[in-house]
């Protein structure tokens, strides 16, 4: 099977733009979550999705959101970019407890 | 508030031997544990994960031990190899309730060849 893919691998933004970022999961896969790497935070959840509706939700502003599609590929969106966004984004989708991940999005804000 | 911790940043153990990586939690709710494997660049690859009704799981070369009294969980690896040398991520989650994984903040394991 192939693995949980991610486009684009390399982003670089300005502040206060937006960005869209895309997940392509493992097929089968109806959940996908998204995470946040930072040097200083780690990896941080951001929300995660199933069937198509927001299961759970982290503790980040508004200005970030996702969605989920029937085929289970799932986006997420982030406005106004802020310096602080650069980060690399992970997708994962699981089939049950174990989540697999992509190689993530570098997102660089500028 | 780190609900899950990994206190020492970094490992450096020889070639054919035992490295053991520690990881605490502090919620009691949690039921499911797991740990990653990540070298730069790439995602975080699942290693192995156990059930709070076990005290142990065994996938090869890697078995982690938990302890629900004292909220440890750790990860042996034996016999280590130089390809192990990656950053590990402990992490937990409550199993029905969603597919939110809480992480540490990983260590850095460098095994000398």
């Known amino acids: 099977k192939a693995g949980v893919t991610q486009t684009p691998r390399y982003l670089i933004k300005t502040r206060g733009q937006q960005v869209t970022l895309s997940c392509s999961p493992i097929s089968g896969h109806r959940s996908v979550s998204w995470y946040q790497q930072t040097p200083g935070q780690g990896l941080q959840f951001l929300f995660e999705?199933?069937?198509?509706?927001?299961?759970n939700k982290g503790n980040f502003p508004g200005r970030f959101s996702g969605r989920q599609f029937s085929n289970s590929r799932s986006e997420m969106n982030v406005s106004t970019l802020e310096l602080g966004d650069s980060a690399l984004y992970l997708c994962?989708?699981?089939?049950?407890?174990?989540?697999?991940f992509g190689p993530g999005t570098r997102l660089t804000v500028t | 508030d780190q609900q899950v911790k990994q206190n020492s940043p970094s490992l450096s153990v020889q070639e054919g031997r035992i490295s053991i990586l520690n990881c605490d939690y502090t919620n009691s709710m949690f039921d499911y544990f797991l740990w990653y494997k990540k070298y730069p660049a790439e995602g975080p690859t699942f290693l192995i994960s156990?059930?709070?009704?076990?005290d142990k799981n065994e996938d090869g070369r890697f078995t982690v031990f938990l302890n629900k009294s004292a909220k440890h969980l750790s990860l042996h690896i034996v016999p280590s190899q130089p390809g192990d040398s990656a950053v590990y991520f402990c992490a937990a989650s409550l199993t029905g309730a969603n597919s939110k994984l809480t992480f540490g903040k990983g260590i850095t394991l460098s095994v000398r060849p």
């Open positions: 156990i059930s709070s009704i076990k």
């Open positions: 994962a989708s699981s089939p049950g407890a174990e989540q697999y």
């Open positions: 999705y199933f069937s198509e509706t927001q299961r």
